[in-house]
């Protein structure tokens, strides 16, 4: 489709166990962002890339919190040594760059991670 | 301190009546947008409207506007003509920064409920 497509859409883990989640944005989107949304919370930022580059990574609760882009289209983000207050739904989201636009993000449907 | 504040955890609105959710947002950075998103409970973010700091006028689509007052750093968002399918999570953002620069951060949210 069009839209913005993240995979898996659930995911259960064992504690302890590393997960990756991904993320395919819309086709010449330079822009994308990961937040993570807690039950019953609004989206929590996580990290900002334009293109390949990861311009802000401040939202990363811990290093055991990795994403990439390595070729500016998809992205993927990975949680090493699950623990429980990971759970939560992992929203990306893109955007097109440019001062003619609102910038407007297109979300995702999310990923949903449970861990046990 | 909360960048992005909504103090209205749930609302009640009967159908075809107007309903305000609030939203007040805080910043220094000149340059900034502010959005609000509808979020069903099937999950997914969807836009619904956009305000620059620049812009004279208050936004309008459809039957949303935003009421945007500068000076007390206010954005709420204003439903006309209630309609069942308005049930949801509804959630302010702030993008801070000029291009290059972009940080979306939301508010916690408002549940609003269309009474039949």
């Known amino acids: 489709g069009a839209g913005v497509s993240q995979s898996p859409r659930y995911k259960v883990a064992k504690r302890g166990q590393d997960v990756a989640l991904r993320c395919d944005p819309i086709?010449?989107?330079?822009?994308l962002f990961w937040y993570q949304q807690a039950l019953g919370q609004g989206p929590e930022f996580l990290t900002y890339?334009?293109?390949?580059?990861?311009?802000?990574k401040s939202g990363l609760p811990s290093d055991r919190f990795f994403a990439e882009r390595p070729e500016g289209s998809v992205s993927t983000l990975k949680i090493q040594r699950t623990q429980q207050e990971d759970s939560a739904v992992y929203l990306c989201a893109s955007s097109l760059e440019g001062a003619a636009n609102t910038g407007e993000l297109f979300f995702g449907e999310g990923s949903r991670l449970t861990v046990l | 301190a909360q960048k992005i504040t909504q103090t209205q955890p749930g609302m009640f609105v009967q159908e075809k009546e107007a309903v305000t959710l609030d939203c007040t947002y805080d910043t220094s950075d000149p340059s900034y947008g502010l959005f609000w998103y509808k979020q069903p409970s099937s999950g997914e973010m969807i836009f619904l409207i956009y305000q620059g700091s620049y812009d004279q006028q208050n936004a309008t689509e459809g039957r949303y506007s935003l009421n945007f007052q500068k000076a007390r750093k206010s954005a709420n968002l204003v439903i006309s003509a209630s309609q069942l399918g308005d049930s949801a999570m509804y959630f302010c953002?702030?993008?801070?920064?000029?291009?290059?620069?972009?940080?979306?951060?939301f508010g916690t949210g408002t549940r609003l409920k269309v009474l039949a």
């Open positions: 086709s010449g989107h330079v822009s």
């Open positions: 890339f334009q293109n390949e580059a990861q311009l802000d």
């Open positions: 953002a702030m993008r801070e920064g000029t291009s290059g620069t972009y940080k979306y951060i």
